[in-house]
């Protein structure tokens, strides 16, 4: 229950009753000696009545504001959470223009560090966090990349690649940028870059942890201390930020009541995009050879394998190969043969092992880069009978193995890792015991957490407005704030929040010089299909009437 300490009137009348009860003195008319001891008694009590309600609320955060919050959040238990401070705006939303050159490199590479600044003000700068390759020997259409042509990159078409991420050198909102403003090609970069700007807005600086976000987050904390709850995860990733100051602005749990035991982690940087570009994940394959696996031919294999990790989907038959066949033919001038490998879903695979059509080999859990083979299908060594032959470059082909090499993706089914800032976090919910300060753990044994970024849905049709402007209204500085408005809006939506159309209306209406619009679509609030989709406009598809 809670206290509620007592006051004059109550412990006199306590006292009193407990003395004439108690004793034979009964001289408890007013004045006398009795009442005034009992009085004193009382006052004395209820002043400490007081200081122990004030003990008690000098721990209650709720009625703390500034730096006297801070002080009280520092006395909870184990002492671990304070004041975030303030964040960089970040994402990936840098496009280049190249220009293929007579001297330009068949891979040309745009290193990480390069320095982007703004047209409006110079003096804030953005920083490239990652080394990009750009093939030029092939034009994003798919056809030679000729000398003198200009070609877009990333290519805008690429739904799994908006930009190039790039993070403000300036913590705070003022490393928030517009859409179209940091636009200025960086110093020191590759003569091929003849353009640049940033084709979404720039967002997620912060100013520092407000009061009531502080608040709130201390409270999740509190649940926290079990560190398996839901509770906990959202605080770890509340309170998250990577080596490179990537923080989360959304986060959301989602637990499918479809799959036991499963729980995605929903996190969002607050971008105006959620690509999973090269920034944010990349791609390997057996060429790459990051993961290839070998065992004695006359033995099975291992009881499970691992790979890089965290994947961003779980690796199926298709991204699995099996090595170890040689393939032969009849050459120009003598018998060739060439070591080749086939996904575990190639059709002569499974005949090799008698595995069902639609029937599953592997058991893949990605964020833990674990990888389990159907033990109920040996993979052992064998001779392959003429019926199990297949036809390459119209050559009959024997299918042989002398034994066994396993590669985690083909160039035809790459596996899509995270890295950076949702490798980290992955890391910290699976735990180090090596580490147990620094990574704790918070996945509950014998389940699964995994850190996902939500997906991207895009409002249908875009946003089109009819704008009403106040005579002598600059309109041509009010329509790129409303664009930007607009953007910024969808920006803020987390995972499985609804686009209002009343909150877009009060969005628009807030700029100077606009008196009235008109929402002419979306004509109804949109939802996003389930709470793993954030809603996100398109910028080319704003109209302004």
Partial sequence: MPYVPRLYDELFQSLLARVVTQSKLTDVSPGSVLTHLLGTVAQEIELAEYRLEQIRDSFDFDNASGSDLDLRIQDLPLAQIWRKEASKASGEVMRLTLVRLE????????????????????????????TVFVDMTVAPSGGPWV????????????????????????????????????????????DEIVASTNVFPCIGGTDGESDAALKARARNYLGALSRITSAALMYIAKTFSS?????????????????????ELLVDPGSANLS????????????????????????????????EAPSVEDLTDDNVLLGGFWEGWAG?????????????SHPKVRQMFGIPDGEKFVLSIGERGILYLNTDYKIKWSDVSADTQIAVWGQSINFATYGHL????????????????????????????????????????GTRVRVVLPTTQFVTGGVSLDITYAVGADIEAAGPEVLNRVLYYAAELGPGDPLLVAELYSTIMAIDGIINVHVKKPLNDVWPIDARHSLRIDPDEIDLF
């Fill in 406 to 445: 396993l590669s985690i993706g083909s160039d035809e089914n790459p596996v899509r890792v995270y890295i950076g800032a949702l490798a980290e976090f992955q890391a910290i919910i699976e735990g180090d015991p090596s580490d147990p300060v620094a990574m704790p753990g918070y996945r509950p044994a």
């Fill in 103 to 130: 001297t330009s490199p068949d891979e040309l590479e745009i290193p990480a560090g390069l320095i982007y600044k703004r047209s409006d003000n110079e003096d804030v700068s953005y920083i490239q966090t990652a």
């Fill in 332 to 344: 120009p001038e003598d018998w060739e043969s060439s070591l080749v490998y086939y996904p575990l």
């Fill in 147 to 190: 000398v003198d042509a200009t070609h877009e990159y990333p290519d805008p078409n690429n739904p799994l690649v908006a930009g190039i991420r790039v993070l403000s050198t300036a913590a705070g909102t003022i490393g928030n940028a517009s859409k179209d403003i940091i636009d200025l090609s960086p110093v020191g970069a590759p």
């Fill in 243 to 263: 080596t490179d100051g990537t923080t989360f602005k959304h986060v959301s749990v989602y637990e499918p009541v479809e799959v036991k035991g499963y729980t």
């Fill in 276 to 307: 999973t570009g090269a920034t944010l994940a990349q791609n390997y394959s057996k060429s790459s050879a990051k993961t290839i696996y070998s065992w004695p031919y006359d033995s099975d294999p291992p009881p499970y394998f691992t790979h």
